[in-house]
């Protein structure tokens, strides 16, 4: 069982619909983290969390809104998004810093936009 | 500009055998390096990690190897076991307050009863 859970597991929306993911760990993590993977690639980075701060942005289109309202929660917000944006969406998890803080994943919410 | 290479998209090994994949870096910045599994439907599985201060890191059945001097890094798996076949990313990361990793494109390792 991951320590990390995400849901919904599966997710389908229209281009014009708001939806929100979500991510919750009770590890004591204070970084965490979006990624998104599509088929038969690797995860990419969207976003970093640390001590509950946006710290990182990789350049990720507005259409996808973070939030982090306290130290176990993430959220993902989306509106209107597109096709293209249908993906594995993965949460994670780690220490802040030091040399053995692995990052731990959710299961993934897979998102459909139709 | 890929960080971080896995240039075998596919590996078979038989049941018992060794399974060895590998991992190629460009960033001379990376620090810290991991492989995690991964399983359709799945998020990734952390399975082990090594800092660069040092060349080789035991746990189990797994052992990961780094060779700085020619930026590359390999997983081996002995014995194989079925419950192996998966994709496998490699996946390095620098000195930061939060870790940023970069992953590899993936290996699927197919183990053969």
């Known amino acids: 069982d991951t320590e990390v859970t995400q849901t919904p597991k599966h997710l389908v929306m229209g281009m014009t619909n708001k939806k929100s993911l979500k991510c919750e760990q009770h590890m004591g993590h204070r970084a965490m983290y979006w990624y998104k993977q599509k088929a038969k690639k690797p995860p990419e980075l969207m976003f970093v969390?640390?001590?509950?701060?946006?710290?990182i942005n990789e350049s990720v289109p507005s259409r996808f809104s973070p939030e982090c309202p306290n130290s176990s929660l993430l959220n993902l917000h989306l509106h209107a998004l597109q096709p293209e944006d249908s993906a594995l969406y993965l949460c994670?998890?780690?220490?802040?810093?030091?040399?053995?803080?692995?990052?731990?994943f959710g299961n993934g919410t897979r998102l459909t936009v139709t | 500009d890929q960080q971080v290479k896995q240039n075998s998209p596919s590996l078979s090994v038989q049941e018992g055998r060794i399974s060895i994949l590998n991992c190629d870096y460009t960033?001379?910045?990376?620090?810290?390096f991991l492989w995690y599994k991964k399983y359709p439907a799945e998020g990734p599985t952390f399975l082990i990690s090594i800092s660069s201060i040092k060349d080789k890191n035991e746990d189990g059945r797994f052992t990961v190897f780094l060779n700085k001097s020619a930026k590359h890094l390999s997983l081996h798996i002995v014995p194989s076991q079925p419950g192996d076949s998966a994709v496998y990313f490699c996946a390095a990361s620098g000195v930061g307050s939060a870790r940023q990793l970069t992953f590899g494109s993936g290996t699927q390792l197919t183990v053969l009863p």
């Open positions: 994670a998890s780690s220490q802040v810093g030091g040399h053995n803080s692995p990052l731990h």
């Open positions: 960033n001379s910045m990376f620090d810290y």
């Open positions: 969390y640390s001590y509950e701060k946006l710290s």
